[in-house]
């Protein structure tokens, strides 16, 4: 069976921070959370980038902590995963739907 992953983005924003924008691009790896880059952006047009990687553990285990505290964690990612699946199978039976109408025609 492939291995899948879905990506998806969750952007934090704060309309009184200096910074307005706090971006983490994550992946729902088999229904499991990980977070890949986050990206801060500044009022003043200026973006900041780093891989979650090149942190030290307590710095990647800080940012899977915001995120939990905002509702976004390992459940959130099964939801993800599950609903992309889901769509997924949909999308491939809708196209196999679409083969069997041309070829009949």
Same mark, same amino acid.
């Given at each position: 069976m492939?291995?899948?992953?879905?990506y998806f983005s969750v952007t934090i924003s704060k309309r009184s921070a200096a910074n307005s924008d706090l971006s983490f691009e994550?992946?729902?790896n088999r229904g499991f959370l990980e977070i890949d880059q986050i990206t801060l952006k500044g009022k003043?047009?200026?973006?900041?980038? $780093?891989? &979650?990687?090149e942190l030290e553990e307590e710095g990647q285990e800080a940012?899977?902590?915001?995120?939990?505290?905002?509702?976004?964690?390992?459940e959130f990612a099964r939801t $993800?995963? &599950?609903?992309l699946d889901y769509y997924d199978q949909m999308e491939f039976r809708q196209w196999v739907r679409g083969i069997r109408d041309f070829v009949s025609a």
């Open positions: 492939e291995e899948q992953e879905d994550c992946c729902a003043d047009g200026a973006v900041h980038m $780093v891989k &979650l990687h940012f899977y902590d915001y995120l939990e505290d905002r509702g976004v964690d390992n $993800v995963f &599950l609903a």
